[in-house]
């Protein structure tokens, strides 16, 4: 007889159901990142104007925008900076010796004793000289940084502490006023119903958007902030477009520069201070890592926008000045560690 062979069965196992997250849930998620800049406005403003009802009026909406031109002037600069992975710590200073040369040719152009000669400036030629400013200035920190590779923060923080010695040795440590109401027209003046500083830099943040999404140079910025050794090796030239970056925000900075001195009616030696860290705020606030590769203009102008209410909110609220430097601190630190989690969770 042939031996039986058993054969065991095996019983099937039941797999418990699994529980999915709902399809919409990731697409959620990335809804909410994308606009907590608007978010965090929203909440801050209805914050503001439930504890003050000074702030929700025309008078104080214009106002804040006036004060928020000069800070997206300088901010659009500053990304660009931080979208190649780098930083500008001297546009505070830049902008402060830019209106100080606008004002003094200005005002008392260029005089040479030896020769007998005086030279006088239109409001245009003095305009013109302090963009130029601003402009060699942001040159001169793109060429340390790509000539001699000298870390961003170390070159435009030596770049700071220069302009503004530069500044106290023109004008002597005092301010340089009284320039007229045709150079008043650039920062206190209206035009079709909107301030000449909201015009200003409503068309720099126009060709800046359109610089980063429609040029070559955009392409390159944010080819060299996300993999700047892979960008060399496709043959980007890292010098010239990291030189040109700088040398716009410089520019940007000038026009900062200018739009303050002409609103103060004043060139003050001390102007533009910690004006660098309203523009770093604007620019992680918007959503710019400060890695470099990822971020946009709107972002920054959201951010800009931010930096402005909170500041004016906090001075309709009576705020010390001081725990005012503390509240937007904070913000700042939020801000980046949001933009840490962000980073983590893509």
């Known amino acids: 007889m042939s031996p039986k062979v058993f054969v065991k069965e095996e019983k099937a196992q039941v797999q ?6 709902p399809a919409f849930s990731g697409s959620y998620s990335r809804y909410l990142v994308k606009f907590q800049s608007l978010i965090a406005l929203f909440i801050l403003c209805l914050i503001i104007s439930l504890l003050s009802d000074k702030f929700l009026t025309v008078a104080n909406g214009w106002n804040v925008m006036r004060q928020i031109s000069v800070n997206i002037c300088i901010s659009v600069g500053m990304t660009l900076v931080v979208l190649t992975a780098g930083i500008d710590l001297s546009v505070g200073s830049v902008l402060a010796l830019c209106g100080a040369i ?24 003095v305009v013109l000289a302090g963009l130029l400013t601003g402009t060699l200035l942001g040159t001169f920190n793109g060429w340390t940084i790509t000539r001699f590779k000298v870390p961003p923060f170390v070159a435009t923080l030596a770049v700071l502490t220069i302009a503004r010695g530069l500044t ?18 650039i920062g206190t003046g209206w035009l079709l119903g909107i301030p000449v500083p909201v015009w200003i830099s409503g068309i720099i943040v126009g060709l800046a958007v359109f610089l980063t999404n429609k040029t070559r140079l955009g392409r390159y910025i944010y080819a060299i902030g996300g993999n700047e ?3 060399r090796l496709s043959g980007i030239n890292i010098s010239k477009v990291k030189t040109t970056v700088y040398a716009i925000a410089g520019g940007l900075a000038a026009i900062g520069g200018i739009i303050v001195t002409s609103r103060l009616d004043s060139a003050q030696p001390n102007a533009g201070i910690s004006y660098e860290l309203d523009a770093i705020a604007a620019v992680v606030i918007g959503g710019t890592s400060l890695s470099g590769g990822r971020g946009s203009i709107l972002g920054t102008v959201q951010g800009a926008i931010i930096i402005g209410v909170l500041n004016n909110g906090l001075v309709l609220l009576n705020v010390s000045p001081f725990w ?7 913000v700042i630190l939020l801000a980046v560690i949001i ?8």
Do not use: C, H, R, W
Not at 16 to 21: C, D, E, I, S, V
Not at 108 to 123: A, R, V
Not at 324 to 330: C, I, L, N, P, S
Not at 339 to 346: G, R
């Open 16 to 21: 418990p159901p699994t529980l999915k997250a």
């Open 324 to 330: 005012q430097q503390v509240v937007k601190g904070m």
């Open 168 to 185: 106290m040795l023109y004008t002597k440590g005092f301010p340089i006023s009284g320039l007229g109401a045709d150079f008043a027209y």
């Open 102 to 125: 606008t004002a003094g040719l200005l005002k008392f152009g260029i005089e040479l004793p030896s020769q007998d000669l005086f030279i006088g400036f239109t409001l245009l030629g």
């Open 339 to 346: 933009d840490k989690a962000n980073s983590k969770s893509e």
């Open 229 to 231: 050794s892979a960008a």
